[in-house]
């Protein structure tokens, strides 16, 4: 074994030891860099405590879940990162530190990684939290019973996922040799298996109150025991959310606040009249009305995130299980007219389905940049629309649907968020005008429109995606068949060979390569239609401090002081 200090996994996330990702320079900071650990300790994120501040903020509706392994959607996890962590988190500056493991180890063949916890680990009621709470967490999150969406995207690297996934759960190559050692077997190396560790899906729950209590244990504040800077204090549903500092957290000295209180609002008028009266002190959801005054000024801010707004086709219902189809209603679409137009500029065009500021395999370089190269070009042409929306009328009509004679009145599923409604407008007078066919909207509450996809009870929905951590696969393998998110439906036994393949490598040039190849499948097959790259807005006081947004799509308060 050698020995992995956490300055090694801070290096790992930005160069090429053995990490497949690059520095992210266009997209915030990289999800790696250094740290001021040192042999094998861990840093410790955060500054001294200012005390007790009670912060009001609105990040989105009434979360679907904050289970943490099945919800899947960011709502969710901005509540989950406050009231859990990992065995690994990635702090204010994108670097990969300490959370729960204060460094592990990585055996030479890059198969068995060893995590080893920090001394008098506590639950947020004062148990102790063990190797063993992991053991059980990752084996529920693989549990078919669980259905946990990120399921096979976390775990499809650990030695034994395929039959836990089956059913037994005690293949899952997963075990603590003592309390505070935790032994995790892979299939194959995974250049990216720290990253994995990081995400929300990762954290312990406590095995107690799961079996006390069944689904509902994560929706009172005496069964959801957590082991983060937060704990909960109370939930009114549709109303708010409130979090305390959490006395039990190993960093608990530099939480600086008394109270967190997640404000439930999916209207964002309602959220601007909150933040207008001083209600809340930062609001997620800005009427899209507002902006252009709002630019600017102190208080409106944005940032490059890594994401993208994309259609999913409903790839398993006529006439979308047509590729024909699918391909010339992507390519119908005026990508710069709708980020710069009807978007106002928040936001950039998307030229192809990998965002900007997600690394490549040398450092310094950027997966679109290679894309570009080498495809001589982008795939959507955003400066010559017009050659597009021809290829999009020859397609149309080699499906049978010339000009669109024929075509079924089809529906487009969106929730009124943000500028959800706008892009549905366009996009309805767009495939009118440019191919012949009628569009009906259809909007819903987020609380209905997420499992209504998911369910694939839909035609043409609005989707998106934050990646989870920097490297292009969390966003490619989406589309595998066997993705918990692949909302498209999307099947395609070529495209789960090759990012298999690409996962499973240790040869980072070979990751990246097929990764690429992955892409243009997706592309070429319109599996998907990408719309926009997405930038984050939001407004908040300028007095609040202390806080910070990942480009993966969450903010962090646990740090937040009021001048």
């Not at 506590?122 to 063990?130: A, I």
């Not at 069964?223 to 109370?234: A, D, F, H, R, V």
């Not at 001083?278 to 940032?303: C, N, Q, R, W, Y």
């Not at 409903?314 to 710069?340: C, G, H, M, W």
């Amino acid at each position: 074994m050698k020995k992995m200090s956490l300055v090694l996994a801070a290096v790992m996330a930005t160069g090429m030891i053995l990490s497949a990702c690059g520095g992210n320079k266009s997209a915030g900071p990289s999800a790696g860099g250094t740290t001021n650990a040192a042999n094998g300790e861990a840093t410790t994120p955060g500054g001294e405590s200012s005390g007790g501040l009670d912060l009001a903020v609105q990040v989105g509706p009434n979360p679907e879940t904050i289970d943490p392994a099945l919800n899947s959607a960011a709502d969710g996890a901005n509540v989950i990162v406050h009231a859990f962590e990992s065995l690994l988190i990635v702090d204010s500056e994108n670097k990969i530190v300490g959370g729960q493991a204060e460094s592990f180890d990585v055996s030479e063949d890059g198969l068995t990684y060893t995590f080893h916890l920090r001394d008098g680990l506590k639950w947020s009621d004062g148990t102790p939290l063990t190797a063993n709470d992991f053991v059980y967490s990752w084996k529920r999150l693989a549990d078919p019973n669980t259905a946990a969406p990120y399921a096979a995207d976390m775990l499809g690297y650990v030695k034994g996922y395929e039959e836990a996934a089956a059913g037994n759960l005690d293949a899952l190559g997963v075990s603590a040799s003592d309390d505070k050692t935790l032994v995790v077997e892979l299939s194959a190396p995974c250049v990216y298996f720290s990253k994995l560790v990081t995400h929300a899906s990762m954290v312990p729950v406590q095995q107690a109150v799961v079996d006390a209590a069944g689904d509902q244990w994560c929706l009172k504040p005496d069964t959801y025991i957590s082991n983060g800077p937060l704990k909960m204090i109370e939930w009114v549903p549709g109303s708010h959310i409130t979090f305390a500092k959490n006395e039990n957290y190993w960093n608990a000295d530099k939480i600086t606040l008394n109270t967190l209180k997640f404000v439930l609002m999916e209207d964002a008028n309602a959220a601007y009249s909150a933040y207008q009266t001083g209600e809340v002190s930062m609001i997620k959801d800005v009427p899209t009305e507002e902006i252009p005054a709002l630019k600017g000024t102190e208080e409106f801010h944005v940032e490059p995130g890594m994401g993208i707004s994309y259609i999913d086709f409903q790839n398993q219902k006529e006439p979308f299980n047509n590729p024909d189809v699918r391909r010339a209603l992507s390519l119908a679409i005026d990508r710069d007219y709708l980020a710069n137009t009807v978007m106002q500029g928040i936001g950039a065009p998307a030229a192809n389905f990998v965002p900007r500021g997600v690394s490549d395999a040398e450092g310094g370089t950027f997966f679109e940049d290679v894309t570009r190269k080498n495809n001589g070009g982008d795939f959507f042409n955003i400066e010559n629309y017009e050659s597009d929306v021809a290829k999009a009328k020859e397609l149309l009509a080699k499906a049978g649907y010339p000009d669109g004679k024929g075509f079924p009145v089809v529906e487009y599923m969106t929730n009124d968020a943000g500028y959800n409604k706008p892009v549905a407008e366009y996009l309805q007078s767009c495939w009118k005008e440019a191919l012949g066919i009628n569009v009906d909207i259809k909007i819903l509450e987020w609380a209905t429109f997420t499992p209504t996809r998911r369910a694939g009870d839909y035609q043409i929905a609005r989707d998106a995606w934050s990646l989870d951590y920097d490297d292009p696969s969390n966003l490619l393998n989406l589309m595998m068949s066997t993705s918990g998110n692949n909302n498209a439906l999307y099947n395609n036994p070529e495209l789960d060979k090759l990012l298999n393949e690409a996962n499973s490598t240790a040869d980072v040039k070979e990751h990246y390569e097929k990764l690429h190849e992955a892409e243009n499948i997706i592309l070429n097959d319109a599996a998907i239609a990408p719309l926009n790259y997405r930038n984050e807005f939001w407004l908040q006081d300028s007095k609040l401090k202390g806080t910070w947004y990942s480009p993966y799509g969450y903010w962090f308060f646990q740090f937040a002081t009021m001048e």
